[in-house]
């Protein structure tokens, strides 16, 4: 089993950045692709950006490319991302998960363990 935390959301003025943090316990993650998502109220969760187990693949959404980057430490189990010039659409839960492959996924189902979900609000 996999436990993961997230960190690091909040409140922040358009044009802000905030990085996110998520931490891994129990089984080691640093073998695993990891990925961030989100869910923005009334919408259905979508990907964000994911990374292979040595981060040499990554993956973005195209809302979100050019503003973040995505970045592991598998020495303290920790999954970044970095979210720039942030935009009020940019408001939703955002969640960490992993899987059980080392290759990233865009798709949602292919993520076997996810985190509770750390709010980012973006005021205009």
């Known amino acids: 089993q996999v436990q993961l935390v997230e960190f690091g959301g909040g409140l922040v003025q358009a044009g802000g950045s905030l990085r996110l943090s998520c931490v891994a316990s129990?089984?080691?993650?640093?073998?695993?692709?990891m990925a961030w998502f989100r869910q923005a109220p009334g919408k259905e969760r979508e990907f964000v950006a994911a990374l292979s187990w040595n981060a040499g693949i990554t993956y973005y959404a195209d809302s979100v490319k050019g503003r973040s980057t995505i970045s592991r430490d598998n020495a303290k189990s920790t999954l970044y991302l970095q979210m720039n010039s942030l935009k009020p659409e940019d408001t939703a839960v955002y969640y960490c998960?992993?899987?059980?492959?080392?290759?990233?996924?865009?798709?949602?189902?292919?993520?076997?363990?996810w985190g509770q979900g750390t709010q980012v609000t973006v005021s205009s």
């Open positions: 998960a992993t899987s059980t492959h080392w290759s990233p996924t865009m798709t949602l189902s292919a993520y076997n363990y």
């Open positions: 129990g089984r080691t993650v640093s073998g695993s692709a």
